[in-house]
């Protein structure tokens, strides 16, 4: 079912096929079947087998359905950003939040400036990751390298943008030199910047932490 499946999406899409795979496919002997599969698998590469049933069953089950219900977490993503949007756009108009509010940050802040102002960041965040998101998914359709356990992961990136984001904006830009140098626009940008990269900050904390426990972890020495 793979080998026809990847035959077809290759075929369909105009990708090159080895010929060999003719003589291969023929055969009985599941050696030749595994070498014809890993064969197509290089040939359709980004897209893998598991992508390519996945991208179809969604095909198939979405033929009389709606652009929205087709794909559930393309219109997911964009209710996300348009819930963070409206609350960017409500926090944004209220008088708490401000340059001076925001110069304070979490130690000097408190009660509802504090609030609106964390909601604020975490809506900027939130933007961030969902736009970055949206192009991933995006990529990922015209790529047929979309599988089911991305709509599942895609929750848990939001929420490690958001808290990316507030890293960003409130730990990082509470080390620059000068109050003046904390301003509106450069914690909303950071913010931005965290959430659209939180894979990036993620990796570079967790190179930090290795390179911490190096220093205190002796390795033991080989027998």
């Known amino acids: 079912t793979e080998i026809n499946n ?8 105009g990708i090159t096929i080895n010929t060999e795979v003719n003589s291969l496919i023929e055969s009985k002997d599941l050696n030749d079947l595994i070498n014809a599969h890993n064969i197509l698998v290089k040939n359709i590469t980004p897209a893998t ?3 390519i049933e996945y991208t179809k069953t969604l095909r198939n089950e979405g033929q009389n359905k709606s652009i929205f219900s087709k794909l559930p977490i393309v219109r997911n993503l964009i209710l996300l950003a348009l819930f963070f949007l409206i609350l ?10 401000n340059n ?3 110069d304070k940050g979490l130690m000097n802040n408190s009660g509802l400036p504090l609030l609106l102002n964390l909601s604020y960041l975490a809506s900027v965040a ?5 736009f970055y998101l949206l192009k991933k998914v995006s990529d990922s359709i015209k790529n047929s390298t979309m599988v089911s356990e991305e709509s599942i992961s895609y929750l848990a990136q939001i929420v490690l943008g958001i808290i990316a984001g507030l890293i960003m904006s409130e730990i990082i830009s509470f080390y620059t030199k000068t109050p003046e140098d904390i301003d509106l626009f450069n914690k909303g940008v950071l913010a931005l910047i965290g959430g659209f990269s939180s894979e990036a900050i993620f990796n570079i904390l967790q190179g930090i932490i290795d390179r911490v426990k190096s220093i205190f972890i002796v ?3 080989n027998k």
């Open 6 to 13: 990847m035959l077809s999406y290759a075929i369909y899409n």
């Open 49 to 51: 087998p598991k992508s």
């Open 88 to 97: 960017f756009i409500i926090t944004a108009l209220s008088p708490n939040v």
């Open 100 to 102: 001076s509010s925001l």
């Open 126 to 130: 939130g933007l961030g990751v969902v």
């Open 219 to 221: 390795p033991k020495p």
